[in-house]
Every structure is written in structure tokens, then in C-alpha cells.
């Protein structure tokens, strides 16, 4: 008898059907009583309270047998449960793919089966699809199997070792003791663990064969295709002839195959594009795709003939050298654009500009440009500073005979619904606009700035110091407080008789510096601005 140590739970708990389920995992190790005993056994334990109350559950599984160290690394014929490895072909090309796979038979179920990967070294390995599983008969047996794919594409040539992948999981004990028992069924568990290590399989990779072409390029497949446009065989000097080559192949991934190559000849200058790659895995194997475009410019008139390409490779089914050819092509050039040709002269001028434009930007040139570009813009700035008057007076825009310019008009009706609604900060929005409209190359700072460029009175000054107060003082800094019918019965008559010649002449950038000496303010706006107070007063 042993007695169970070093244990581990772990508690779940669910609500099923309006009552509270819950189940408690836990893990141990017995410790044996005599030294007759065996080792420490582990034990695994699940403790379940059902919906009954008081009803309990305890199943209690054994995992029989010393450890997984005990069980054979490599399982012998007929055993319940072995890895297989196999590698086709047998004796591989470099850097030509092989399928690797991975087969699990088992006779018996698995429980909590865990496979690691293959290792190689000087190889590259990547899995393919989805693991397969079937069920077969072998010996009259029933055995089910698992099979996992791997691609391998080896580096170098000459050994290749891939070290086979281990199976971890546990199968059901055969405890003929207990199966006559019937208090005993289904609260009792035995497994026992396995642990199976697949052989390591060595390949002899080989070099590629004397009889393969430059670039090696093994594959299961190879097509080539073009394109050409134009399609007509005569061509107009200056036009260019736009050749798009695809390659597609599989079994061979996309960084092994070729640059498509752009020969030139006679009366011909060859132009590359960049290359345009995908790759897929389709039905366990790769699928990769390359495509160019090549165009032709004809230098001279006359006939010439744009050169064939080659491609050769090696086919893996066949084990034997293939090549792909891609005819020439014979063109007549004519001197001369056509009178229908400005689609072709449109693509060529497009190209030239495109080109142009990279090497533009490249080097040198960006440099030089952004420092004219700075040198103009010092040049404009000094020119403008030294037209600038230097009374130091802004000059104002003619207003129209019948009253201010559209613009200020509509920057009027925007101070006066911010007045009636007492809103001072849509208000100071609004005369800040019109400064910028009035005075784009200066505009005012401010109220107080604006309203004395118009050569305004006390009483119009402090109501435009009050607005400025009421929105950022500190002390007076209450919107709530502002009287917008006020503000604009004095401020609005300033703005309206502002396009006169008059208000004009006093709208200096700073107050005199001898006002007794100075000229009296203007008399037309103050008058305005009387008989509007006393207009207002009146109403």
C-alpha cells in the first residue's frame, strides 16, 4: 500500500441547468510504505460533485509503470502504438525540395498526445497542410493513422542527417484484476505512458549533374509565357515595345527562381522593370511565380529582330534536363512618328518622365534645388521689406462709393448676432475677421489694435478694452457680464464709416507723440457716431 504525496489540484466550476456543477483536477505521487515496494506511482485524481446534494464522484486515474523512460525508444513491430519516417526521393539534389513525412500507428486511443518536429542541420524545413488521419487494416488489425508533411530543401551537399520527431501521450492500462468488478467501473482510470522516438533518417545529398544547365533550377514544373504590346510587327522609331515574360513553376520555392534576363541587339536598347514574386502552397508542394516587363526602344530604322530567351531546368519526376525557349521576334522599324501614335508617344514621354523624375531626386540634385528654392524665397522676403513705406502707415482698401466691401459686410452681420446674443467671444471672432479682410498683409492683434488703426474715441477703445477683460481678464473675466447691445452701439459705427478717407488718415500704427500738436480726429465719423448714441439713447 502506498500513500499519495507532493499533490497539485486545480477547481472548475460550472452552472448547468439552473444548479452548480463543479470539478477539482489533482495530480500526485505515491510514496511507498516497505522498500518492496515499487517507486513513486504517479496518480491522477478527479473529483466531482454532481447536482444531487451530497453526491460526489471521485475517479482516480493510475499512470501505471515506472515512467516514460522505462518504455522502448523505438517501438518494435506490433506494438500498439509507433512512429514510421520516410523521404522521398532518397537521395535528393541540393537545394532541390523533398517531402519528409511523419506517420503515428496506433491500435490503442491516445491520450493528451504531444509530437515534436524534425531537426536538420543545413537544411531549411517548413510543414505543408494539415495533418491527414485514416483508419487501415494491417494483419487483420484495425490501426489508426496519423501522417504529417514536411518540406525540406537541403543547403549543401553530401550527408544529411534529420533527427525524427517524439511522441509523448499515455494509452489505457489493461487491468484484468478490476474488470470483474462492478463498484469499481468507470472511478478508476489506468494508463500507462508512452513515449516513442522516430529513427533519424541520413541522406546522401547529391551535386547538381554535369548534363544541368546555369541557372539549377530543379523543379516539378516550369512554363514560360509572353506578352507583347504592341502586337503588330511594324513600329514607329521612338515608340517602345513592351515585352511582360512570366515564369511559373512548382516544387521550387520563388527565391530559387532566375532573373529574367533583357538581352539587347541591334537597333535596340533593353530596359528591365522590377520583378513582381508570389509564392502558395498548393496541394502540398510550392507555387511560385515570377513576371517582368521588359521594354525595347528601336534607336535606328530598318528591321531587327528582338532577342529569344532561354530557360533551362532540371525536372525531378523525370530526373532528366529540360529548357523552355521563348522565340524571337522579328520588327520592322519606320522612321518617324505615326499620325495615329500619340497613345505610344504619350506611354513613351510617361516613361522618360518617370525615369527622369527618379533621378532627379537622387543625389546631387535634391540638394541643389532645395537651396535655390531657399535663396528665392530670401530674395522675395527682402524685396518685400524694402518696399514697404516707411511712415509706417498701413494702407487701407478703397472701399466702394455705396458703403463697405461684400466681405466686411458679411463680417458685420456676424458682429451683431454675437452682440444681441451677448456671446463676447463670437463677437471678438468676428472683429478679429474683419481686421484680416481690412488688413491682410497686417492684420490688428486684437480689438483695442483695431479699433485704433480706425482712430477711435475713448469711449470706443474702453468698450474694446472691456471685451478683452471680460474674456481673458482675471478679475473681470465673467462672458456673463458683457453687454453686447452696448458694445456694438458704440463699436459697430467705426467699423461701417471705416472705408471713408477720413477714418483713413488716422489709422496710424502708433498714437502721436504730440496730441495737442496733431491734427483733430476726423469729424464725418464722430458725427456718425453721435447721432447714432443719440439715436440709440432715443430708442
Keep these: 500500500m502506498a500513500s499519495c504525496t507532493d499533490t497539485m489540484n486545480r477547481s472548475r466550476s460550472w452552472r448547468r441547468t439552473g444548479e452548480c456543477d463543479s470539478l477539482t483536477d489533482w495530480v500526485g505521487a505515491s510514496k511507498p510504505k516497505s522498500k518492496s515496494e515499487s517507486s513513486p506511482l504517479p496518480i491522477v485524481g478527479r ?9 460526489m464522484l471521485l475517479q482516480v ?64 524545413i517548413k510543414p505543408i497542410g494539415d495533418d491527414r488521419q485514416w483508419t487501415e487494416t494491417r494483419d487483420g488489425r484495425r490501426v489508426k493513422v496519423w501522417e504529417r508533411t514536411y518540406l525540406v530543401i537541403p543547403q549543401r551537399t553530401g550527408e544529411l542527417r534529420i533527427t525524427g520527431p517524439a511522441l509523448t501521450a499515455a494509452v489505457p492500462a489493461d487491468t484484468g484484476d478490476d474488470a470483474g468488478d462492478p463498484s469499481r467501473s468507470g472511478l478508476i482510470d489506468y494508463l500507462n505512458p508512452v513515449h516513442r522516438k522516430a529513427p533519424d533518417l541520413i541522406l546522401d545529398v547529391r551535386p547538381p549533374p554535369a548534363a544541368a544547365g546555369t541557372p539549377w533550377l530543379p523543379a516539378e514544373a516550369v512554363s514560360i509565357s509572353e506578352t507583347w504590346s504592341p502586337a503588330s510587327e ?137 537651396a535655390l528654392g531657399w535663396l528665392l524665397t530670401l530674395a522675395a522676403w527682402w524685396r518685400d521689406r524694402r518696399r514697404r513705406p516707411a511712415s509706417g502707415t498701413v494702407p487701407a482698401a478703397a472701399a466702394p462709393a455705396d458703403g463697405p466691401p461684400v466681405a466686411l459686410s458679411g463680417l458685420l452681420l456676424r458682429f451683431e448676432r454675437a452682440c444681441r446674443g451677448n456671446d463676447a467671444r463670437a463677437a471678438r471672432g468676428a472683429l478679429l475677421d474683419w481686421g484680416r479682410s481690412r488688413w491682410p498683409e497686417r492684420p490688428p492683434r486684437g480689438p483695442l489694435d483695431l479699433f485704433t488703426r480706425l482712430g477711435a474715441d475713448a469711449a470706443a477703445l474702453e468698450q474694446a478694452r472691456r471685451l478683452e477683460s471680460v474674456l481673458y481678464g482675471g478679475r473681470d473675466g465673467n462672458t456673463a457680464q458683457w453687454d453686447g447691445l452696448s458694445a456694438r452701439a458704440v463699436l459697430e459705427p467705426w467699423l461701417t464709416g471705416a472705408g471713408t478717407p477720413a477714418a483713413d488718415a488716422s489709422a496710424s500704427r502708433l498714437p502721436p507723440l504730440y496730441p495737442a500738436l496733431s491734427k483733430t480726429p476726423a469729424r464725418p465719423a464722430q458725427s456718425v457716431h453721435r447721432r447714432t448714441r443719440r439715436s440709440g439713447s432715443a430708442g
Design 47 to 55: 473529483l466531482t460533485r454532481g447536482r444531487l446534494p451530497g453526491a
Design 234 to 370: 511594324e513600329l514607329h522609331l521612338g515608340v517602345p515595345l513592351t515585352r511582360r515574360v512570366r515564369i511559373e513553376a512548382s516544387g521550387v520555392p520563388v527565391r530559387q527562381l532566375p532573373e529574367i534576363p533583357a538581352p539587347a541587339g541591334d537597333g535596340f536598347k533593353a530596359y528591365r522593370g522590377r520583378s513582381k514574386e508570389t509564392q502558395t502552397i498548393d496541394g502540398g508542394d510550392y507555387l511560385a511565380t515570377k513576371s517582368v516587363e521588359i521594354s525595347y526602344v528601336p534607336t535606328a530604322p530598318g528591321a531587327w529582330e528582338v532577342p529569344a530567351l532561354e530557360l533551362p531546368w532540371w525536372s525531378l519526376g523525370m530526373d532528366e534536363p529540360r529548357e523552355l525557349r521563348l522565340p524571337a521576334r522579328r520588327i520592322r522599324v519606320v522612321g518617324g512618328a505615326a499620325a495615329g501614335g500619340e497613345g505610344a508617344d504619350a506611354d513613351l514621354n510617361r516613361r522618360f518622365t518617370d525615369a527622369a523624375a527618379d533621378d532627379l531626386w537622387r543625389g546631387p540634385w535634391l540638394t541643389a534645388l532645395l
Design 61 to 124: 486515474v493510475l499512470l501505471c509503470g515506472l515512467g516514460p523512460m522505462e518504455a522502448p525508444a523505438v517501438a518494435a513491430p506490433g506494438q500498439p502504438v509507433q512512429l514510421q519516417v520516410s523521404a522521398e526521393p532518397p537521395h535528393p539534389y541540393v537545394r532541390a525540395r523533398l517531402r519528409y513525412r511523419v506517420r503515428l500507428l496506433t491500435e490503442v486511443p491516445l491520450r493528451r498526445p504531444t509530437l515534436s518536429d524534425p531537426e536538420v542541420q543545413d537544411a531549411v
